[in-house]
C-alpha cells in the first residue's frame, strides 16, 4: 500500500510541480487548497483544475481572516509591489506577505495528515526565487516538523509526519524543467498575485516566473 | 503602552483561568475561539460570555474540517470515555483527541499576533491534570515558539513572539486556586466535553474539574 501524503495546493506552478513530484513518488495524495480572501482567488480554480487532472482529491478550506487587512494580497486597495528583478526578495518582507498564512496552510496538513494516517506533507515552498516571505525557508518547515512530531498522534506513536518541501533549493529555471518533466499541465496553473484574467507580468510572482521559463528556455504554456 | 497578547480561548476553566491571568500581568489581550464543529459547541456560548465579563474582544473562528469525523469530540456518533479518574490521562491517546486541533489554534493565533504585532499568545493548556493529549506539552510549545521566532515578520524582525502557558505545570486544584484569585466568573466557564445544558459529571473534563475543586476545597459556581 503506497504512502499517503496531503499536499498544499496553492494552483501556481511550485505547488502543482510538487504534487507532480508526489505523485511520481509514489504517493497517494490528498491536496489542500486555502482561501483566506486573497486577490488572486483565481488561483483557487486553478488549483481545482490542477488536482482534477492530476487525479487527486482536493479539499477546499474558506478562512474567515479579518485581521489580514495589511497584506496587499488580500487587501486590493494597498498596491503591490513592482520592483526590478534584482530586488525581489532582498529588500525584506514585501507587502504581500501575508501573517501566518503557511503555518496555518501547514497546520491544516498536519490536521489532516494526523486524521488520516498520512506520512507526509508536501509544500512548493523555495527559499531562492522567491518574494522573500520567511514562512518559505528550510528552517522553519525542519522546525515545524518537531511540532507535528511532538504534537499529535502519530508522532506519539511513532510513525511522525514528514514536511517535503522537494523545490526548496531549486531556482525557478529547474522548477520549471522539473514541472516539464513531471508534465504539470503548466497551461492551468495560475502564479500572479493580481488575480484578473491574464497574469499582469508586473508583481513579483509574474517577474520570477518569466525568468524560471527564461532561463530555461521554454516557452510558458499559460501565457 | 502595554503589550498585546492573543489568548486562546475555549470558555473552559483553564483557558478563561489563563486570560484571567494575562489581564493581570497587564497584557492587552486578543481572544480567539475556534468552531470546528465540537460536541460541545456550547463552550462557544462561555468564551463569548467569559470575554464580554473580562472586556476582551473575541474573534470567532469557523472551521470546516470533514476530516475530524474519527474524533469523538466531534463525532456525536461515538460514544465519549467513561474511564476512572485514576486511568484519564494514563493510556494513550484517547478518542477526544481532535488531530491537529490546537496546532491549528496556535497557527491563528501566530497569524493574529503577527499581523497586530503582538508580541505573546497566551494558552491554558496543562499536561498535569489532563486528558493525555500530544498537543498539550511544554515541548510542544516550545517548538511552536520556534515555528513563530522563524516564520513571521515579528520573528524576522526580532522581536518575536512568546507562547506563554501559564497553567502548563499545575495541577487542577492550583488551577481552580488561581482562578478563584483572579477573580475568574467560573459560573460562566464550560468544561463538560458533552455538551448538553448542564456538565455531565462523567466525561473526562468533569471528572478532572470536579477533583480540581474537591482537592482545592471550594464549591464549583457553575454547578
Known amino acids: 500500500m503506497a504512502e499517503k501524503a496531503v ?18 513518488k509514489g504517493f497517494r495524495c490528498r491536496a489542500l487548497v486555502l482561501g ?13 483544475k490542477i ?7 482536493l479539499l477546499e478550506m474558506p478562512l474567515r481572516m479579518p485581521w489580514l487587512g495589511q497584506s496587499s494580497l488580500v487587501n486590493s ?11 525581489i ?15 496555518i496552510f501547514v497546520a491544516l496538513g498536519i490536521s489532516l495528515a494526523d ?17 522573500g516571505y520567511p514562512d518559505c525557508r528550510p528552517s522553519y518547515y525542519r522546525a515545524f516538523e518537531r511540532v507535528a512530531k511532538l504534537g499529535t498522534r502519530s508522532g506519539s506513536e511513532g510513525r511522525g509526519i514528514q514536511i517535503l518541501a522537494p523545490l526548496i533549493r531549486l531556482n525557478k529555471a529547474r522548477i520549471v524543467q522539473k514541472a516539464f518533466g513531471l508534465g504539470v499541465p503548466l497551461k492551468w496553473t495560475w ?19 518569466k525568468k524560471g521559463f527564461q532561463e530555461a528556455g ?5 501565457l
Chains 1, 2 share one sequence.
Not at 51 to 57: D, E, K
Not at 192 to 207: A, V
Not at 218 to 222: E, N, V
Open 77 to 87: 486597495a494597498r498596491p503591490l509591489p513592482d520592483m526590478p528583478l534584482s530586488r
Open 115 to 131: 486524521a488520516s494516517d498520512a506520512g507526509a506533507i508536501v509544500v512548493g515552498a523555495n527559499a531562492l526565487d522567491y518574494s
Open 36 to 48: 483566506y480572501g486573497q486577490r488572486h482567488s483565481r488561483e483557487i480554480i486553478s488549483a481545482r
Open 191 to 209: 502564479s500572479c498575485y493580481r488575480g484578473g484574467n491574464r497574469p499582469c507580468g508586473r508583481c513579483d510572482s509574474c517577474k520570477l516566473r
Open 7 to 24: 499536499v498544499l495546493l496553492s494552483g501556481g506552478l511550485d505547488s502543482s510541480t510538487a504534487l507532480y513530484w508526489a505523485k511520481s
Open 218 to 222: 521554454l516557452q510558458d504554456p499559460a
Open 89 to 103: 526578495g532582498a529588500g525584506g518582507i514585501p507587502s504581500t506577505y501575508v501573517p501566518g498564512r503557511n503555518t
Open 51 to 57: 488536482a482534477r487532472l492530476a487525479g487527486v482529491p
